[in-house]
Structure formats: structure tokens, C-alpha cells
Nanobody
Framework: QVQLVESGGGLVQAGDSLSLSCAAS????????MGWFRQGPGEEKTFVAA????????KYTDSVKGRFTISIDNAKNAVSLQMNSLKIEDTAVYYC?????????????????WGQGTQLTVSS
């Protein structure tokens, strides 16, 4: 089992920056890919970004490319999501997730472990 705990959400204004963190514990050595998903009001959970455990590969959804950066610190078992130039449409609950599969598999069903989520609200 892998436990994931997100932190860093909050209320910001459009154009601001914010960093989310995810602390992993348990059988982290079994995971291959770490990712972030988000769920807006009345929406389904959607893929945001992913990174291989080695840190050598990253993947982003088109709407955040150039604005968000995912990183991993294996020594600390932590994954971060740096979010710049935030937009109102980035408002969502952000979830950290861990997958036993390669980064190519980015759908919701590819991830086996999930955190409880952290709320990000971007205001105008």
C-alpha cells in the first residue's frame, strides 16, 4: 500500500503562483509514475501532469503546458506541482496519485493510489 497526502492548496488570484506538495509513504518503491489530477465543480477527475519515478520523463495536459511544472524528490518521497500564471479555470480539487504503470498510461484507471485532495481556488 502507498499513502499519499497533499498540501499547499488555497485561495489565490488569477496570475498568481502556487506550489502543491504530495508526501508519499508506504511501499513507494513499487510505484513507477506519480501524477496529479484535478476535479472541478461538477466535473470528473482529469489528468494534469505526471512524472516518472526517475524524474526523467514528464507529461502534461495541454491546458497547463508552460505554466505548471511537476517535480519529484525521491529522497523525500515527495512530488510537487509548481503552478504559475494561474487562471480561474484552474480552480479544482487537486489529487496526487501513484501508478504501478509507465507514464504512457495517464488515464484515471492507470493509477492505483490516491490522496485525499487539496482545494485550489483561483479568483479574478
Amino acid at each position: 500500500q502507498v499513502q499519499l497526502v497533499e498540501s499547499g492548496g488555497g485561495l489565490v488570484q488569477a496570475g498568481d503562483s502556487l506550489s502543491l506538495s504530495c508526501a508519499a509513504s508506504g511501499r513507494t518503491d513499487s510505484t513507477v509514475t506519480m501524477g496529479w489530477f484535478r476535479q472541478g465543480p461538477g466535473e470528473e477527475k482529469t489528468f494534469v501532469a505526471a512524472i516518472s519515478r526517475s524524474g526523467g520523463m514528464t507529461k502534461y495536459t495541454d491546458s497547463v503546458k508552460g505554466r505548471f511544472t511537476i517535480s519529484i524528490d525521491n529522497a523525500k518521497n515527495a512530488v510537487s506541482l509548481q503552478m504559475n500564471s494561474l487562471k480561474i479555470e484552474d480552480t479544482a480539487v487537486y489529487y496526487c496519485a501513484a501508478s504501478l504503470l509507465l507514464i504512457d498510461c495517464s488515464g484515471y484507471n492507470c493509477y492505483s493510489y490516491w490522496g485525499q485532495g487539496t482545494q485550489l481556488t483561483v479568483s479574478s
